[in-house]
Nanobody
Framework: QAHLVETGGGLVQTGASLRLSCAVSGLTFDMYAMGWFRQAPGKEREFVAR????????HYSDSVKDRFTVSRDNAANTVYLQMNSLRPEDTAVYFC???????????????????WGQGTQVTVSS
């Protein structure tokens, strides 16, 4: 049974940085692409970033491109999300997930991901 645990969230001011971590166990981590999503109150879960199993192929949403950086350490079974220049609109619960890709929804679609963590809250004050 896969287990994903996100850490690193918190309350910061506009312009600050945070680094989220997602520790994964219970599966062969280096065989899975990983995604980061976020969900603000009253909104749908939104794609943030995806990194391939090797770390070579990376995608970002337009809203975080040039501010966020996704990376992974396959030896440590961990994926990271470095978030710089944070804005109030980045406030959300952030989730990591393992990419399954069994459907036709594309890498930005939550239904294409199989296992999810419990999320970590990021709050950016203005």
């Amino acid at each position: 049974q896969a287990h994903l645990v996100e850490t690193g969230g918190g309350l910061v001011q506009t312009g600050a940085s945070l680094r989220l971590s997602c520790a994964v166990s219970g599966l062969t981590f280096d065989m899975y692409a990983m995604g980061w999503f976020r969900q603000a109150p009253g909104k749908e879960r939104e794609f943030v970033a995806r990194i391939s199993s090797s770390g070579v192929q990376i995608h970002y949403s337009d809203s975080v491109k040039d501010r966020f950086t996704v990376s992974r350490d396959n030896a440590a079974n961990t994926v990271y999300l470095q978030m710089n220049s944070l804005r109030p609109e980045d406030t959300a619960v952030y989730f990591c997930a393992t990419y399954l890709g069994a459907g036709t929804g594309g890498y930005f679609t939550p239904s294409e991901y199989q296992y999810w963590g419990q999320g970590t809250q990021v709050t950016v004050s203005s």
